[in-house]
């Protein structure tokens, strides 16, 4: 019969290198997924808000009037939100007067965002007969587009790099 060891006491070196290197293959891969989750939070961020500063806008230039017949005391119809220079590549305008300019760069604490706004007129201006509406109802399409640089698994995107949030809406005349 052979001889069994019944009191066993420690471990062997061989054991702790082991359990060592599978510690230290653990703590890579978690050292590693820290800049990549950061990086998915900072782009989330950005994201939101992007899309908040466009909404904000769009709100905005939803409560302008744009009317199609005079309203007492007004004697002609009232254009208070403007077209954008065809091919919608320029600030709207209302007469001379730009009704939303381009901001670049927003304010603090936006500052790292730009932010233009697009009027296309659809369907033209409605008409009036005798104060009263008679055409078919004037549509225009408002695009606001926010954008910012956005980061990378390894820090800030290269300059010219941007991403946008961009909504669009339809506004008819009223």
Do not use: H
Not at 27 to 54: C, D, M, R
Not at 80 to 93: D, E, F
Not at 157 to 168: L, M, P, R
Request: net charge positive.
């Amino acid at each position: 019969m052979g001889t069994f060891v019944t009191n066993q006491r420690g471990i062997s070196l061989m054991e702790v290198m082991f359990a060592v290197a599978i510690m230290s293959i653990g703590l890579v891969a978690l050292l590693s997924a820290v800049p990549i989750s950061a990086y998915g939070i900072q782009e989330g961020k950005q994201l939101s808000t992007a899309t908040f500063l466009a909404n904000q806008r769009m709100e905005q230039v939803r409560n302008v009037q744009w009317t199609a017949c005079p309203v007492p005391p007004a004697l002609l119809p009232v254009d208070n939100l403007g077209v954008s220079v065809p091919p919608a590549t320029a600030a709207p305008l209302s007469g001379v007067v730009t009704t939303f300019p381009d901001e670049n760069p927003l304010p603090a604490p936006y500052s790292g965002y730009s932010r233009q706004v697009r009027i296309s007129d659809t369907l033209g201006p409605a008409t009036c007969l005798l104060g009263v509406q008679a055409g078919t109802t004037g549509l225009r399409q408002v695009t606001v587009t926010v954008s910012y640089r956005p980061m990378t698994g390894i820090g800030v995107a290269a300059a010219g790099t941007t991403k946008s949030a961009v909504t669009t809406m339809y506004i008819a005349q009223r």
